[in-house]
């Protein structure tokens, strides 16, 4: 397969790359990493007249941390870059290991977290992870900006909430409360090279005294077009010593709300039954994690 004829265009300021998408931003689409959207366009699933490659503009491949500000990722920064970063695997250990998980060292070499959000696969290993920490999006188009939650910024299996005009300028994630930990756990066949058939990212907070629940999140991944939050699951544990009946609830609360697809890799039934399983496996990382515990 070939790629369809475009044309590219290649800004290198905020204001140059706004001033094409008023031009252009019906016809185009935006390259950071390519890893999607060039797999993509020689499919034919995409034929876009201009493509912007928006990889050369530093304003947007910073990652910067700090104890006030928390982790902010711009949009073009490479996964490769992310993973090389000790304070997100220290402290971000959930979106480290969705990360690390995306494929083979090629291609999180050339990839961006920005590009895995936009693209918005339901199988991206990146939002669950993203959406467990509460992360937000900031969206730029001119002089204007806006932000919102991860979790509403994906709308569907490749939608999201951009309009004409806009770009995905960075995602910020707060810093981690104390005694808290999280983890990030999926199920493919053949490793890197496959998509996942199920996920789940917990972040987890807990009492350093009663060893109980004070705050939770359950992501589930590749169950539904979206993330989505286990929040019956949720309400069953906090508040609560973990034991092995509350977590076998939360399992099944967390399977009730999944609506997986039948294809040829698996059934629906069969994903729901794994999804419970690496549910418990998540959040038993992440809880001891956040409890000084040895995984």
């Known amino acids: 397969m070939h790629l369809p004829s475009f044309d590219y265009l290649a800004p290198k300021e905020p204001a140059e790359l706004a001033t094409m998408l008023a031009e252009y931003g019906k016809d185009a689409r935006i390259l950071s990493g390519g890893t999607d959207l060039l797999v993509q366009m020689k499919e034919h699933a995409l034929t876009p007249k201009y493509v912007i490659d928006i990889s050369g503009m530093e304003s947007l491949s910073t990652i910067n941390f700090d104890e006030q500000g928390g982790l902010v990722i711009g949009s073009t920064a490479k996964m ?10 220290e402290r971000y250990q959930a979106l480290w290991t969705a990360t690390e998980t995306v494929g083979a060292r090629q291609i999180i070499a050339m990839a961006s977290i920005g590009g895995n959000i936009c693209n918005a696969s339901p199988a991206a290993d990146t939002p669950p992870a993203l959406v467990a920490f509460d992360a937000e999006v900031r969206l730029s188009s001119g ?6 939650p991860v979790l509403d910024f994906i709308l569907g299996n490749r939608k999201t909430a951009l309009t004409e005009g806009e770009y995905l300028e960075s995602i910020k994630l707060a810093v981690p409360p104390p005694d808290s930990g999280s983890a990030y756990q999926h199920f493919r066949v053949r490793g890197g090279m496959e998509i996942a058939m199920v996920s789940a990212a917990v972040n987890v907070q807990v009492d350093p ?17 979206t993330p989505i939050r286990a929040r019956d699951a949720e309400q069953m544990i906090i508040g609560e010593v973990p034991s092995e009946e509350l977590l076998t609830s939360a399992a099944e609360a967390c399977a009730k709300i999944s609506k997986p697809i039948d294809d040829f890799r698996a059934s629906a039934e069969y994903r729901k039954a794994v999804l419970k399983v690496f549910f418990e ?15």
């Open 209 to 225: 005294e009663t060893r109980s629940v004070k705050d939770l999140r359950i992501v589930l991944g590749v169950v539904a077009p």
């Open 281 to 295: 496996r998540a959040f038993n990382e992440a809880y001891s994690r956040a409890t000084g515990c040895r995984t």
């Open 80 to 89: 490769d870059e992310l993973l090389r970063m000790p304070v997100v695997k």
């Open 143 to 148: 002089n204007k900006n806006r932000t919102m």
